[in-house]
């Protein structure tokens, strides 16, 4: 893929609604996860990887977390005299929330055609996953299709909110379900959309003349007799974000080494912004087992099967199992902590017991003394 000829589109606030617990201040594509990154990182990153040197990030709400993020780019070689990252706040919108992708596409409009590339690559910011975009690409033109989705074949991560396609033998989409999903083996969606640029532009012209702002349903499916719509099927390892549950069993997946060698491939790195800090500081007695430990953490304790972020402290005869700890927070001595989510900057006094269940994590907010 030429870097020139493709631009990238990323939607920094979709299905905010699935894990609201961790975007009630925050942005999807803010969400912390693996111990350095933010959901952003991987879909970022991807288009990085993949010679894309152009991208707009869309956001509406709460997006302060994610501009201190990104900053100018320059963690993923984005920070350049021209092209480079551009953050897309709905500046062009009435109001600060939008109909739906459709109306953000809209708003900056402005955006998209003073951009010199040929096609447009949209995606979401839910999905965990390294992806070689520059296969869709030449999968895309060697198809001469108007439109290329990603799919994945599989078990449905949802079961009501999926966007599920019948595909032929040609790999050419034929029906398509919104909102479903099955117990069984299927085709869905994962967000993600290749299409050239002008083309883009006409469907959303002509979908907001008719009031029509759901990208899904009023572009994909409503095109679907009349454009040619092809299916990419995508077979490493993915993890949608579609609930508490699912952002708790994608960052378990991480003590599987054959899950990390699949998102953390040497060759595409996931970049992340850079924070300086010691290297994890282990004390005499600590007992780390099955566990992804970022820069920074001071741990005195004992820690199994835990993704903890940088900063962490875990001090003397604390137990930690199963738990999600994110930056800065600090877990007290003799404190039992198990299936445990805890956001930023969070302190757990001495002593503390919580206990959660691999159905049921409990999550705690960020800032809070427990």
């Not at 990104?70 to 984005?78: E, F, P, Y």
């Not at 960052?251 to 599987?256: G, I, K, P």
């Not at 912004?273 to 566990?291: A, E």
Request: with cysteine.
């Amino acid at each position: 893929m030429h870097g020139t000829n493709v631009i990238g589109i990323l939607f920094a606030y979709v299905h905010e609604e699935r894990i609201r617990s961790l975007t009630e201040n925050r942005v999807m594509a803010s969400v912390p996860f693996g111990g350095r990154y933010r959901l952003v990182d991987f879909a970022l990153s991807n288009m990085v990887n993949s010679g894309i040197n152009q991208v707009g990030v869309v956001t509406e709400e709460n997006y302060q977390s994610l501009m201190d993020h990104l900053g100018s780019g320059k963690a993923w070689d984005l920070s350049r005299k021209t092209k480079g990252l551009s953050l897309l706040p709905p500046f062009g919108a009435k109001i600060s929330r939008t109909e739906g992708k459709v109306e953000s596409l809209s708003t900056i409009k402005r955006f998209l055609h003073a951009a010199t590339e040929e096609y447009v690559l949209l995606s979401d910011c839910d999905i965990v996953a390294n992806i070689d975009y520059r296969e869709l690409y030449d999968f895309h033109t060697k198809n001469d299709a108007d439109i290329t989705v990603v799919y994945r074949h599989g078990n449905s991560p949802d079961t009501d909110k999926n966007t599920v396609f019948t595909i032929d033998p040609s790999n050419v989409v034929r029906e398509i379900y919104l909102k479903r999903g099955c117990h069984f083996d299927c085709n869905y969606g994962m967000g993600m959309y290749l299409i050239a640029k002008e083309k883009l532009i006409e469907l959303v012209d002509d979908c907001m003349s008719r009031n029509l702002y759901d990208f899904d349903r009023d572009i994909i499916q409503r095109g679907v007799k009349d454009m040619k719509i092809c299916a990419y099927e995508f077979t490493g390892a993915a993890y949608p974000i579609t609930s508490f549950e699912a952002y708790f069993n994608a960052s378990m997946a991480l003590m599987d080494p054959k899950v990390r060698s699949q998102l953390f491939v040497p060759s595409r790195p996931v970049y992340t912004k850079v924070r300086d800090d010691m290297p994890t500081r282990y004390g005499l007695g600590s007992v780390i087992q099955n566990s992804f430990v970022a820069d920074g953490c001071v741990v005195e304790g004992e820690v199994e099967n835990c993704v903890l972020f940088r900063g962490v402290k875990v001090k003397k005869g604390a137990r930690l199992k199963n738990c999600v700890i994110m930056q800065d927070t600090i877990v007290g001595e003799n404190s039992r902590l198990d299936f445990v989510v805890a956001d930023k900057n969070v302190e757990f006094t001495d002593n503390a017991t919580i206990m959660g269940h691999t159905t049921y994590p409990v999550y705690i907010v960020k800032g809070s003394k427990v």
